[in-house]
């Protein structure tokens, strides 16, 4: 059974361009997550999408948004990049029920300039 | 505020011995726990999670421990071997019946031949 992707593996981009992670979530999966991850912050969540609804938010400013498709793939995007935006974009799937267990991609590894 | 810590940033044991990694929590709505294991350059991989109505649960080499009155939980990782050494988070979901997780920041374990 083939896992969660995530494409591209690594981006440079610079100061106040916009940027579009994608994220392919194990067959059958209906719930992804995404989450950044800073060596100051750790793991942070950012949403979850479930059903193309997006079902939890964490504490990021409106610049990140993403979104899900009817076949569960999901996009996150982030507009006007800021230096501090550079980190690992990791994405998680699960079937969707709470004690399900989040399987992870290999992230996006995002370098703003 | 960090919700889970994990105050040892890393942790050194010899090969066949014992590696225990330990995490505390402030919330007491969480009522799931995990842990993940992180090579660098990939995403974190799923290891073992306990649910808030038991105290321990065992798979193979790996055992997590969970105080609720202590807000503390533990892994147990016997014999540890030299393959074990890479990142471990332990996370934590359930507050206010969100599915979101929350991650302390990690324990590097690294484990000598």
């Known amino acids: 059974k083939a896992g969660v992707t995530q494409t591209p593996r690594y981006l440079i981009k610079t100061r106040g361009q916009q940027v579009t992670l994608s994220c392919s979530p194990i067959?059958?999966?209906?719930?992804v997550s995404w989450y950044q991850q800073t060596p100051g912050q750790g793991l942070q969540f950012l949403f979850e999408y479930f059903s193309e609804t997006q079902r939890n938010k964490g504490n990021f400013p409106g610049r990140f948004s993403g979104r899900q498709f009817s076949n569960s793939r999901s996009e996150m995007n982030v507009s006007t990049l800021e230096l501090g935006d550079s980190a690992l974009y990791l994405c998680?799937?699960?079937?969707?029920?709470?004690?399900?267990?989040?399987?992870f991609g290999p992230g996006t590894r995002l370098t703003v300039l | 505020d960090q919700q889970v810590k994990q105050n040892s940033p890393s942790l050194s044991v010899q090969e066949g011995r014992i590696s225990i990694l330990n995490c505390d929590y402030t919330?007491?709505?969480?009522?799931?726990f995990l842990w993940y294991k992180k090579y660098p350059a990939e995403g974190p991989t799923f290891l073992i999670s306990?649910?808030?109505?038991?105290d321990k649960n065992e798979d193979g080499r790996f055992t997590v421990f969970l105080n609720k009155s202590a807000k503390h939980l533990s892994l147990h990782i016997v014999p540890s071997q030299p393959g074990d050494s890479a990142v471990y988070f332990c996370?934590?979901?359930?507050?206010?019946?969100?599915?979101?997780?929350?991650f302390g920041k990690g324990t590097k374990l690294t484990v000598n031949p």
């Open positions: 998680a799937s699960r079937r969707g029920g709470h004690a399900d267990t989040q399987y």
């Open positions: 919330n007491s709505m969480f009522d799931y």
């Open positions: 996370a934590a979901s359930g507050e206010g019946g969100s599915e979101k997780l929350v």
């Open positions: 067959s059958g999966h209906r719930s």
């Open positions: 306990i649910s808030s109505i038991k």
